[in-house]
């Protein structure tokens, strides 16, 4: 998961991450949260308590109210902890070299394999 953006806005959009596979989306492990109404009303809000709020607040929409906390369910670690990111950069100019890349044509991989002709751009001080 990104640790770029808000933990609460990216859950309410679902929160996709590498885990995702193993663990469902962000939303998926949300069990409750504390929030202010637009009646100015605080609430504790979850399967039990409020259920229709904690329904629509699962991904009806972003404007039930604000969220001051939440409690997520947590899960042990994989691989002790270790993990590795890796970001790719591409030049604009080949932009459609990715998509063709990527198209599910017979006459080309759906995976990158070392025969395409994409290459990351390097910073000035690799080149
Ligand atoms: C660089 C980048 C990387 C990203 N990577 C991923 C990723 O790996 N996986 C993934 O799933 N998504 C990813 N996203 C998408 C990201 O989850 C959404 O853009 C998310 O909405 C960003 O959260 P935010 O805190 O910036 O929310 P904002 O854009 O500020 O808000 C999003 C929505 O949530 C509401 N909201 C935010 N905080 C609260 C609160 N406390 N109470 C109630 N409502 C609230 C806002 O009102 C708004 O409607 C990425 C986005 C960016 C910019």
């Not at 591409?90 to 025969?115: I, K, M, R």
Request: hydrophobic letters at 35%; one cysteine or more.
């Amino acid at each position: 998961m990104c640790s770029c953006v808000g933990i609460v806005g990216a859950t309410r959009g679902g929160g996709v991450g590498p885990y995702s596979g193993l663990h469902g989306l962000q939303i998926d492990a949300l069990q409750s949260v504390r929030m202010v109404t637009g009646t100015d009303s605080l609430l504790d809000v979850s399967a039990t308590s409020h259920p229709d709020l904690w329904w629509g607040m699962r991904g009806a929409g972003f404007n039930f109210g604000i969220v001051t906390s939440a409690t997520y369910r947590i899960y042990d670690f994989t691989n002790d902890g270790q993990a590795m990111n890796a970001d790719f950069r591409f030049h604009a100019s080949q932009n459609a070299s990715l998509y063709e890349v990527a198209a599910p044509s017979p006459a080309h991989s759906p995976t990158l394999s070392p025969s395409t002709s994409l290459s990351p751009i390097t910073r000035p001080s690799e080149a």
